[in-house]
Every structure is written in structure tokens, then in C-alpha cells.
Nanobody, 124 residues
Framework: QVQLVESGGGSVQAGGSLRLSCAASGRYYRRYCMGWFRQAPGKEREGVASIDSDGSTRYSDSVKGRFRISRDNAKNTLALQMNSLKPEDTAMYYC??????????????????WGQGTQVTVSS
């Protein structure tokens, strides 16, 4: 079983920055596709970013150029650096893992492990 624990959420003013972290268990973490998703009240879950075992990354159009996903395989950690934050970025952010293969498209049901989430609130 893979366990994922997010941290780093909080409240920030528009234009500010936050860095989210995800600590993962799993002997074969370096092989997993890892991703970040978010969900705001009344909205559908949205894929934010993913990173494959070879370091290949994908971003949603709404965050491209502002967010950056990275991983440290030696420490079994995943990060999401969020810059130039906007009020519409307000959501619960979830770390997710796909232990079976390549990341591909940002498709939530592909991922078989999920963290509990960390809240990000951006005020104007």
C-alpha cells in the first residue's frame, strides 16, 4: 500500500506564492507517475500537473507558466511550486500516484492512490 501525505497549504494574497509538498511511502516510488489535482466547492476535480518517472511533465493550461512540479526520488517526495497565485486557484489540492505506468493525460481515475488534501486559499 502507498500512503501520501500533503503539506504546505495555507492562505495567501493574490500574486503571492506557496510550495506544496507530498511525502510518499512505497519501495518503488521512483517508478510511479505522480500528479497534483484540485477541487473547488461546486466544481469538478481538475488535473493540475503530473511528472513521470523520467521527469517528463504536463500542466493544465490554467497553471502553465505559473506552477512547477518536481520530485526527489531519493527522499520519496513530490512538490508543487505555485507562483503568481490567483483567487481562482483557491481549492483543496490532492497528491496522487499511479503505480502502473506512464502519466499521459491528466485523468483522475487513472491514479490508484490519493492523499487527504491540503487547502489553498487565495484572497484578492
Amino acid at each position: 500500500q502507498v500512503q501520501l501525505v500533503e503539506s504546505g497549504g495555507g492562505s495567501v494574497q493574490a500574486g503571492g506564492s506557496l510550495r506544496l509538498s507530498c511525502a510518499a511511502s512505497g519501495r518503488y516510488y521512483r517508478r510511479y507517475c505522480m500528479g497534483w489535482f484540485r477541487q473547488a466547492p461546486g466544481k469538478e476535480r481538475e488535473g493540475v500537473a503530473s511528472i513521470d518517472s523520467d521527469g517528463s511533465t504536463r500542466y493544465s493550461d490554467s497553471v502553465k507558466g505559473r506552477f512547477r512540479i518536481s520530485r526527489d526520488n531519493a527522499k520519496n517526495t513530490l512538490a508543487l511550486q505555485m507562483n503568481s497565485l490567483k483567487p481562482e486557484d483557491t481549492a483543496m489540492y490532492y497528491c496522487a500516484a499511479d503505480t502502473y505506468g506512464a502519466c499521459g493525460f491528466l485523468y483522475g481515475p487513472q491514479y490508484n492512490y490519493w492523499g487527504q488534501g491540503t487547502q489553498v486559499t487565495v484572497s484578492s
